[in-house]
């Protein structure tokens, strides 16, 4: 069974730019969830969707966005990038149910210059 | 503001220590606490916790949850060169994917 696959693994950006990533969950589940991870502040939950509704929200500005596909692929869109946002991003896809198992992605390390 | 706070932030051990790793939380709507393991890039689970006092074991890992006090403990016994990682605990208040509360995490290092 593939693992959850994220496209791409590196990228650098200038600010200003904007730049999506892309996330293929296991197959089977329909809920995706987006994490930013840096090491200040860690990991920080930036949304979640389930069969291509956003169910949830962390608190991230307007310039974080993303969608989900009826094939439960989804995308997350970073727009006027900002120096901070250079951090390694990470998807984590979820099958249903109570056992709090979230499967992450390798993630897509983002570069702002 | 649900808060996970983790200590010590980092640790640096001899192979064949144990380690007692801290995590304490304050979340509204608590359900569960997960412990993972990143080693590289893609965290991995360890652990879920759910009830105060039950002890969750895997080999030489072991987690145990207190409601009351809120905290809980990753203890690694034994310790290899393989356990070195950054060692993240997270707090459920919506049920699997609905936002995580991580903690920073503890990088752990284990020196042969």
């Known amino acids: 069974k593939a693992g959850v696959t994220q496209t791409p693994r590196y990228l650098i950006k200038t600010r200003g730019q904007q730049v999506t990533l892309s996330c293929s969950p296991i197959s089977g589940h329909r809920s995706v969830s987006w994490y930013q991870q840096t090491p200040g502040q860690g990991l920080q939950f930036l949304f979640e969707y389930f069969s291509e509704t956003q169910r949830n929200k962390g608190n991230f500005p307007g310039r974080f966005s993303g969608r989900q596909f009826s094939n439960s692929r989804s995308e997350m869109n970073v727009s006027t990038l900002e120096l901070g946002d250079s951090a390694l991003y990470l998807c984590?896809?979820?099958?249903?149910?109570?056992?709090?198992?979230?499967?992450f992605g390798e993630g897509s390390r983002l570069t702002v210059l | 503001e649900d808060k996970v706070v983790q200590s010590p932030l980092s640790l640096v051990v001899h192979e064949g220590d144990t380690v007692t790793l801290n995590c304490s939380y304050e979340?509204?709507?608590?359900?569960?606490l997960l412990w993972y393991k990143q080693e590289k890039k893609a965290p991995t689970f360890l652990f879920m916790l759910?009830?105060?006092?039950i002890e969750k074991k895997s080999g030489r890992l072991s987690s145990i949850l207190d409601k009351k006090e809120l905290f809980s403990i990753l203890n690694i016994t034994a310790t290899q060169t393989g356990d070195s990682a950054i060692y993240l605990c997270a707090a459920d208040s919506g049920g699997g994917a609905d936002g995580l509360t991580f903690g920073k995490g503890t990088h752990l290092i284990i020196q042969p």
């Open positions: 759910t009830s105060s006092g």
């Open positions: 979340v509204t709507n608590f359900r569960s």
């Open positions: 984590a896809s979820f099958p249903g149910g109570n056992t709090g198992e979230l499967f």
